[in-house]
């Protein structure tokens, strides 16, 4: 079945540190990939997104490229900042089937605490 | 435009008793969807729809209820609450599949604890 595996956290960086935040993916097909964050008592938000394969997906200085052939979506971030601490999850959703409903696979969340 | 809301924001009950969580919102978006958040299992899917009088089992649906009776509306029920359903519950909405858009709206969730 379709699935999503996230690196384990927590996950704390001093401020202006890289961040890099690992996913990778079980599925059949061509699943669309995405990053979503959590910040303290707030529901998700969608951070960016990717539709297919290589395309880059990017907002508010993240990164993340779909990767078909190491089935990856790696998040990346050149220098965090300490309003950056949340929970992040990778997800995707198998899009085109004849059966789609948009629903998302969730990965299990990395949370990341950046320290001033 | 106010999102995706949900009533209550905590509620507390006690085991066996029901409840019903509201979901609301302003987008027109004919998908929703109920989640539940758990300590290192990510968001589990519940229930979902994909329109108004439409509902459809997610991947944990038991001992949960839902009903879609106007479009921007989508109703988790608990009848007889048991500890195992302590958790954090989200409702989302988006468009359809079809749109091309994949993003879904989240709510701020709903705390409940079953004692």
């Known amino acids: 079945g379709n699935s999503v595996t996230q690196m384990e956290g927590p996950v704390t960086l001093s401020e202006e540190a890289f961040l890099t935040i690992n996913c990778t993916y079980t599925?059949?097909?061509?699943?669309?990939l995405f990053w979503y964050v959590q910040y303290p008592g707030e529901g998700l938000q969608l951070l960016l997104k990717?539709?297919?394969?290589?395309d880059k997906g990017s907002n508010k200085g993240f990164e993340a490229t779909y990767r078909k052939e190491t089935t990856s979506f790696h998040l990346e971030k050149g220098s965090v900042q300490v309003s950056d601490s949340a929970v992040y999850f990778c997800?995707?959703?198998?899009?085109?089937?004849?059966?789609?409903?948009?629903?998302?696979?969730f990965g299990q969340g990395t949370t990341l605490q950046v320290k001033p | 435009n106010a999102g995706v809301t949900q009533t209550p924001k905590f509620r507390v009950l006690k085991t066996g008793q029901s409840m019903t969580l509201l979901c609301a919102q302003d987008?027109?978006?004919?998908?929703m969807y109920w989640y539940r958040q758990d300590p290192g299992m990510g968001l589990r899917l519940i229930h979902y729809?994909?329109?108004?009088?439409?509902?459809a089992k997610g991947e944990v649906p038991d001992g949960y209820n839902v009903s879609r009776l106007k479009k921007q509306n989508f109703l988790l029920g608990l009848e007889s609450a048991a500890p195992s359903q302590t958790s954090v519950y989200f409702c989302?909405?988006?468009?359809?599949?079809?749109?091309?858009?994949?993003?879904?709206?989240f709510g701020p969730g709903t705390r409940l604890t079953v004692t």
């Open positions: 990717a539709t297919k394969a290589d």
């Open positions: 987008m027109n978006h004919e998908y």
């Open positions: 997800a995707l959703s198998k899009i085109g089937a004849s059966s789609n409903t948009g629903k998302l696979i």
């Open positions: 729809s994909v329109g108004e009088g439409t509902t």
């Open positions: 599925a059949t097909g061509y699943p669309s």
């Open positions: 989302a909405s988006s468009p359809p599949a079809t749109s091309g858009l994949y993003e879904q709206y």
